[in-house]
């Protein structure tokens, strides 16, 4: 199982990114897919996650900012990400869930002026 973070950066207060997960070594159709964040001293909590039937959890502090989005064809997750806030700011990391857990090695945004 392989899982590749791409899309992060640095970004001003109000801006967007979009991150990819670019996954390898399973039936990713099959799997729950989720992003996780982690900013420095803090845990790693969960961000957003998509079911195999396109189900969406989000965390209260990202409803209506953020869409998690998911494509079978091309074995892809995504994080849409408007509205970022300086909070924001962490290690984000793509996560499957494929009897045990599996992490791709994370994407960092920074959300500063």
């Known amino acids: 199982v392989q899982l590749v973070e791409s899309g992060g950066g640095l970004v001003q207060p109000g801006g967007s990114l979009r991150l990819s997960c670019a996954t390898s070594g399973f039936t990713f159709s099959r799997y729950l897919m989720s992003w996780y964040r982690q900013a420095p001293g803090k845990e790693r909590e969960l961000v957003a996650s998509?079911?195999?039937?396109?189900?969406?959890n989000y965390a209260d502090s990202v409803k209506g900012r953020f869409t998690i989005s998911r494509d079978n064809a091309k074995n892809t997750v995504y994080l849409q990400m408007n509205s970022l806030k300086p909070e924001d700011t962490a290690l984000y990391y793509c996560?499957?869930?494929?009897?045990?857990?599996?992490w791709g090695q994370g994407t960092q945004v920074t959300v500063s002026s």
């Open positions: 998509i079911t195999k039937i396109g189900t969406r």
């Open positions: 996560n499957a869930k494929v009897n045990n857990d599996f």
